[in-house]
């Protein structure tokens, strides 16, 4: 016993005396930045004064990078401007600026090499880069509280993305504004991440994520791209509470999807609300899908999915689905929807008839979109009317037994009007 004890206090000891090594580094105006990293050692602080440095750094010892009062590290056009094959690595509060834009060799403002776990990258500028962060085979890193902007006046194939993961675990990814870039969030092979409060826009996709799971998407906000969130091939996600709004083509896209809740999120202004294709057991509950041209495109056989407490308000087309056979939402505590027809005589709540997303007027609108100059027309609304009469002229549909009378988001009007510039 006694011993071990000694082995213990020596343990101890060693480990004091290793923390009380560390020391501050303080780089100013003038001086080698790039020198004074390679000097450090583990565990130091390496400070940066406010200034401009010209370095294409490489970290590898764990260490922190920390700006004084927003220094600018630019990499000169050309590679990384940060490279960290480190592990436990902190960087923060500098502008990181200027990568090359060599799509093959993935020039980035901060790549993170792989085994480079545990990083931390916060309050950081980082502008004018191909890539901003690129983060390959790192686990557990934090990307928080970051503006990341690309090569704005480049075309967007010939841009990078602004956060790309790829074969990771644990990341989390917090509070970041990132637009200008060719993906804001590039997402592929990446488990028990978390996306949360980030806003993502002027891009091509907010989120471009793939074979992906067990990942978490809360209070997010994607607009003014070309699609919002486009989950991929993708099972065991939670998407929550974000909002996807004035996108030129869809607000969410689900596709090749299982075993997934989404939930509460707004999906307002897109041309498309959701794209849902091929998506199976999984709870689409609760979201608002307001002013789209189409609330919902769904088709490929999406099936086996519960469908509640949706609100699908003042969409031009509420549902486009392709399918064989009819698709039963709403069995449970129904959706609501702003252009049903029914009534609720027993004051309950809930519609006494049936509401049918696609009928023989939906599917004319579809063929020959003039129709719609019409659609409050007695004509239009008799031709509804024969159709329910004679199902030889009804086509699948999407079903909701009883759907609800009242919205359940009282603040939907707050939402309309918010589409792509332009449109």
Same mark, same amino acid.
């Given at each position: 016993m006694k011993g071990a004890i000694t082995h213990l206090s020596r343990?101890?000891?060693?480990?004091?005396?290793?923390?009380?090594?560390?020391?501050?580094?303080?780089?100013?105006?003038?001086?080698?930045?790039?020198?004074?990293?390679?000097?450090?050692?583990?565990?130091?602080?390496?400070?940066?004064?406010?200034?401009?440095?010209?370095?294409?750094?490489?970290?590898?010892?764990?260490?922190?990078?920390?700006?004084?009062? #927003?220094?600018?590290?630019s990499g000169g =056009?050309?590679?990384?401007?940060?490279?960290?094959? /480190?592990? !436990? +690595?902190? &960087? *923060?509060?500098?502008?990181?600026?200027?990568?090359?834009d060599d799509l093959k060799a993935q020039n980035a403002g901060i790549y993170l090499y792989p085994g480079a776990h545990?990083?931390?990258? #916060?309050?950081?500028?980082?502008?004018? =880069?191909?890539?901003?962060?690129?983060?390959?085979? /790192?686990? !557990? +890193?934090? &990307? *928080?509280?970051?503006?990341?902007?690309?090569?704005?006046?480049?075309?967007?194939?010939?841009?990078?993305n602004g956060v790309q993961l790829y074969n990771t675990k644990g990341a989390q990814i917090l509070n970041n504004d990132i637009s200008f870039v060719r993906?804001?969030?590039?997402?592929?092979?990446?488990?028990?991440?978390?996306?949360?409060?980030?806003?993502?826009?002027?891009?091509?996709?907010?989120?471009?994520?793939?074979?992906?799971?067990?990942?978490?998407?809360?209070?997010?906000?994607?607009?003014?791209?070309?699609?919002?969130?486009?989950?991929?091939?993708?099972?065991?996600?939670?998407?929550?509470?974000?909002?996807?709004?004035?996108?030129?083509?869809?607000?969410?896209?689900?596709?090749?999807?299982?075993?997934?809740?989404?939930?509460?999120?707004?999906?307002?202004?897109?041309?498309?609300?959701?794209?849902?294709?091929?998506?199976?057991?999984?709870?689409?509950?609760?979201?608002?899908?307001?002013?789209?041209?189409?609330?919902?495109?769904l088709s490929a056989g999406s099936k086996n999915n519960e469908v509640e407490g949706n609100d699908l308000i003042g969409n031009r087309e509420q549902v486009r689905y392709v399918g064989a056979r009819d698709e039963r939402w709403g069995t449970q505590r129904g959706n609501h929807w702003s252009n049903y027809l029914g009534w609720d005589r027993d004051g309950d709540g809930m519609g006494d008839v049936p509401y049918e997303a696609n009928d023989m007027v939906d599917r004319l609108t579809w063929r020959h979109p003039s129709v719609k100059l019409l659609l409050a027309s007695p004509a239009v609304q008799a031709l509804r009317l024969v159709g329910r009469q004679f199902p030889i002229l009804r086509a699948p549909s999407v079903v909701d037994p009883h759907p609800r009378m009242q919205p359940g988001h009282k603040d939907w009007s707050e939402w309309r009007g918010k589409h792509f510039p332009g449109q």
């Amino acid at each position: 016993m006694k011993g071990a004890i000694t082995h213990l206090s020596r343990a101890l000891v060693l480990w004091i005396a290793g923390a009380c090594q560390a020391a501050t580094l303080t780089v100013r105006p003038g001086d080698d930045l790039a020198a004074a990293v390679r000097a450090a050692q583990p565990g130091d602080t390496v400070q940066v004064q406010r200034g401009q440095y010209r370095a294409n750094l490489l970290i590898d010892k764990p260490l922190t990078l920390r700006g004084l009062d #927003r220094p600018t590290l630019s990499g000169g =056009n050309q590679g990384d401007t940060i490279r960290v094959t /480190a592990p !436990d +690595v902190v &960087i *923060e509060g500098l502008i990181v600026r200027d990568s090359g834009d060599d799509l093959k060799a993935q020039n980035a403002g901060i790549y993170l090499y792989p085994g480079a776990h545990r990083a931390v990258v #916060r309050h950081c500028d980082l502008t004018y =880069n191909l890539f901003g962060l690129w983060i390959e085979k /790192a686990d !557990d +890193v934090r &990307i *928080e509280h970051n503006v990341i902007t690309g090569k704005r006046e480049y075309a967007s194939p010939q841009r990078g993305n602004g956060v790309q993961l790829y074969n990771t675990k644990g990341a989390q990814i917090l509070n970041n504004d990132i637009s200008f870039v060719r993906d804001a969030l590039y997402v592929d092979v990446s488990h028990h991440a978390v996306f949360k409060g980030n806003r993502l826009h002027h891009s091509r996709y907010g989120t471009h994520y793939m074979n992906s799971y067990y990942n978490l998407w809360e209070d997010n906000d994607t607009y003014y791209n070309r699609g919002g969130l486009a989950l991929m091939e993708v099972r065991d996600q939670v998407v929550r509470g974000n909002r996807a709004w004035g996108n030129s083509d869809h607000g969410i896209m689900l596709r090749t999807l299982q075993d997934s809740v989404i939930e509460n999120n707004v999906v307002a202004g897109n041309n498309r609300g959701f794209f849902i294709y091929d998506v199976e057991y999984i709870k689409l509950n609760d979201n608002l899908i307001v002013d789209n041209t189409v609330g919902v495109h769904l088709s490929a056989g999406s099936k086996n999915n519960e469908v509640e407490g949706n609100d699908l308000i003042g969409n031009r087309e509420q549902v486009r689905y392709v399918g064989a056979r009819d698709e039963r939402w709403g069995t449970q505590r129904g959706n609501h929807w702003s252009n049903y027809l029914g009534w609720d005589r027993d004051g309950d709540g809930m519609g006494d008839v049936p509401y049918e997303a696609n009928d023989m007027v939906d599917r004319l609108t579809w063929r020959h979109p003039s129709v719609k100059l019409l659609l409050a027309s007695p004509a239009v609304q008799a031709l509804r009317l024969v159709g329910r009469q004679f199902p030889i002229l009804r086509a699948p549909s999407v079903v909701d037994p009883h759907p609800r009378m009242q919205p359940g988001h009282k603040d939907w009007s707050e939402w309309r009007g918010k589409h792509f510039p332009g449109q």
